[in-house]
């Protein structure tokens, strides 16, 4: 059974400091992991989305990677600032077949201005 | 406008109670998920369904019920709401294999 765990659960930064949040999955054999951010009231909103066969994916400060035969995927947020201050939740789908994503309990972050 | 609107947005409700959220999108997708969130448990899925005949259970269906009134429109129920369904819900809804597109939840609490 897929498993997904964020460490930390919770991180505080200061402003301007880059930062990586962790996720790690039990079962390497995924179709994608797609990166959200939570904002209170706001639902979650998708921030990269990394198919099986790719190794990152790029998106203004954020850079996401994927390492399938390890089982990991970093976030990686450059210059933090505090409108970054969310809860960063990864989730893996299983190969097709399946249409259901794998959440984990997310990293909820802080940055401090 | 929201692409994925859910109503209500919050909601308190007594034990034994039948409640119904209700989701709606404009986004043309065909299709549609319900998701509960709980502290420490992340997202689980509750139904999900491929266009309005097509139904599935996810992982956690037990109490719930769906209905897909239209390709735009997929309601939860809660036949007979208890203290543990207290959580924040999600509907979402994505084309195809890719990203899926949230909505912006609702508070239900039980008492």
């Known amino acids: 059974k897929q498993e997904v765990t964020q460490i930390p659960a919770a991180l505080s930064v200061p402003e301007g400091e880059n930062l990586v949040l962790n996720c790690s999955f039990t079962?390497?054999?995924?179709?994608?992991l797609q990166w959200f951010r939570q904002d209170p009231g706001k639902g979650l909103t998708s921030l990269l989305l990394i198919q099986s066969s790719q190794r990152e994916q790029t998106s203004g400060r954020l850079n996401a990677s994927l390492d399938k035969s390890s089982g990991r995927s970093t976030l990686y947020i450059a210059a933090s600032q505090p409108g970054d201050s969310a809860t960063y939740l990864c989730a893996v789908r299983p190969p097709s077949g399946t249409y259901k994503y794998i959440f984990g309990t997310g990293t909820r972050l802080k940055v401090l201005a | 406008d929201a692409d994925v609107t859910q109503t209500p947005r919050n909601r308190i409700t007594k034990t034994g109670k039948r409640i119904m959220l209700e989701c709606s999108q404009t986004k043309g997708h065909d299709r549609m998920y319900w998701y509960r969130q709980d502290p420490g448990l992340g997202l689980r899925l509750i139904y999900y369904s491929f266009d309005v005949k097509d139904i599935n259970k996810g992982e956690i269906s037990d109490g719930y019920s769906v209905s897909r009134q239209a390709q735009a429109k997929f309601s939860l129920s809660l036949e007979s709401a208890i203290p543990n369904q207290t959580a924040l819900y999600f509907c979402a809804t994505s084309e195809g294999q890719e990203t899926q597109y949230f909505g912006p939840g609702t508070r239900l609490l039980v008492l």
């Open positions: 079962d390497s054999a995924i179709y994608n």
